[in-house]
Nanobody
């Protein structure tokens, strides 16, 4: 069973930056498009970016212009670099395939204070 582990979250002030990481227990990056997601309190989980196997990364409008995603297929990992964070970005951040087909990991909590 594939395990997804997200890390790098924390508490930051508005305008700050964070770098989140995702590591998979198996080589799924070469088999699937991957995605970064988040779930804010009381809201549904939403997609932030889709990382295809070979083509251009697609960013949704949720955080477009404020995030950059990179992946390392050989290390089964990817990074979500976030900047200009806003209190509305407070959420638990996850990675999974896109669309999600694996069990969700614990996620990593991001708290942005004003």
């Amino acid at each position: 069973q594939v395990q997804l582990v997200e890390s790098g979250g924390g508490s930051v002030q508005a305008g700050g930056s964070l770098r989140l990481s995702c590591v998979a227990s198996q080589n799924i990056f070469s088999r699937n498009a991957m995605g970064w997601y988040r779930q804010a309190p009381g809201k549904q989980r939403e997609l932030l970016a889709t990382v295809p196997r070979g083509s251009e990364i697609h960013y949704t409008d949720a955080m477009k212009g404020r995030i950059t995603v990179s992946k390392d297929t050989a290390k089964n990992s990817m990074v979500l670099q976030m900047r200009s964070l806003e209190p509305e970005d407070t959420a638990v951040y996850y990675c999974n395939a896109a669309p999600p087909i694996y069990s969700w990991g614990q996620g990593t909590q991001v708290i942005v204070s004003s």
